[in-house]
DNA sequence: GGATATGAGTGGTCAGACCACTTTCAAAAA
DNA sequence: TTTTTGAAAGTGGTCTGACCACTCATATCC
């Protein structure tokens, strides 16, 4: 008889617990030692559903305080799965790829929304371009990306920027300026169009000078 | 010195064995007291590592036998978190646009690929509405999602589905058939940008609806 | 040769012991 | 009286050692 795992069973009866406790984000759990007493289990048994949980970014844990149900801003499960999930040698491509479908999306997001259109943000980048002062490629997307608006796609694009080389984090150079002049003046004019296609030029010449470089290395 | 969790440690410690020792999904990695000699430290350190890894379903454990990699396709993660996160609401449209997102590029990418877009499983869904045979909201979509070819995508877009309710899960009903039929002819016509709007449309309708089951729980 | 028993190895669970840390609150100092 | 101090209680973090239940390979017996 092969039973169930009772720490499945546990991650179950906190849940049953905190809803009929009207535990809220934020407020403090039952401490272990109570919880095993409670559900007549051991701590160890305890904990190993408690860590799973805090894994899952769904409790929060702190030393001398006790456990904390989380108000789950932190997808921390994302990022541990994604290096999990990215470790099978995903090609590069699907990488940029994706990433370049969140940057997309969150371009055309933007240009729906006249007041991120008119920050003062896309001068400050134009007006370094003209000054040849030079500038982090990510700085600039990164911006398009918080802008929209989307945490969880924002997240996302973190994590895949972490997986696409160095060449994403470093500086722009006089090749791309006039691309990303487009990008930056189609945002001005509210283009989503010709953002959305104008960004995509951008990045593909980016992936293709990318790949130049890992074949030096 | 509050220092970081060993658990954590032990969680990349074990990521990176896998990745260094080439163990492969299905196959086992060193049992827990092994881990625990190796990795020196003490084997209920190593479990907390271990069931959360097991919760994320990223490795399966069988009384007897020993610990294995898994596949990722594990469930039990869906019931657990679909429970507990997400009451947030910021979060939960953040998921539905961030699946979208990742739905729409799909759909795109397979219009521009002829023989993506006479497959027969489209005439096979069609079909299927006219006869008032249901079927999953689900399969369809996955359908568009593994044909784009995406492999990373596709996988981010699983993840997604799991923390989308259920949903997403049930079959389609009356109302929205002419919404998937739009989607279907417009991918037999190959028109990217009217699959694309269709399919908006319909997640649209699919994310209202959702909603109200929500609200009635 | 085939059925059976045994033992080694594995995960599952528990109890108890420290440790490091935070909070609290009463006693001591001002 | 007010402030400071510090001891105690409570918490999570970790380790150890001990069983249990189970699987599997091997040896043993018919």
């Given at each position: 008889m092969n039973q169930?795992?009772?720490?499945?069973d546990i991650v179950l009866d906190i849940r049953k617990m905190i809803s009929q406790e009207k535990i809220r984000p934020g407020d403090r759990i039952p401490s272990e030692r109570e919880l095993a007493e409670t559900l007549k289990v051991?701590?160890?048994?305890?904990r190993e559903?408690?860590?799973?949980?805090?894994?899952?970014?769904?409790i929060e844990t702190r030393r001398g305080e006790g456990t904390f149900?989380?108000?789950?801003?932190?997808?921390?499960?994302?990022?541990?799965?994604?290096t999990f999930i990215l470790q099978d040698n995903q090609s590069q491509k699907d990488v940029w790829e994706t990433r370049m479908i969140h940057e997309i999306s969150a371009i055309q997001?933007?240009?729906g929304n006249e007041s991120a259109c008119q920050l003062p943000v896309w001068d400050s980048f134009s007006k370094r371009i003209e000054e040849e002062e030079s500038f982090l490629r990510e700085d600039l997307v990164k911006e398009i990306m918080v802008l929209s608006g989307n945490r969880l796609s924002l997240k996302?694009?973190?994590?895949?920027?972490?997986?696409?080389?160095?060449?994403?984090?470093?500086?722009?150079?006089?090749d791309e300026?006039?691309?990303?002049?487009?990008?930056?003046?189609?945002?001005?004019?509210q283009d989503a169009e010709k953002a959305a296609s104008?960004?995509?030029?951008?990045?593909?010449?980016?992936?293709?000078?990318?790949?130049?470089?890992?074949?030096?290395?």
């Open positions: 169930p795992k009772r720490y499945l051991g701590r160890s048994t305890i559903a408690l860590r799973s949980l805090e894994l899952l970014g769904l149900l989380s108000d789950h801003r932190n997808h921390q499960l994302v990022e541990v799965l994604s997001t933007i240009c996302i694009w973190l994590l895949l920027a972490q997986y696409s080389g160095n060449f994403y984090k470093s500086r722009v150079t006089m300026t006039e691309m990303i002049e487009d990008v930056l003046a189609a945002i001005r004019q104008s960004l995509k030029i951008w990045i593909a010449w980016l992936q293709k000078e990318s790949k130049k470089d890992d074949d030096d290395t």
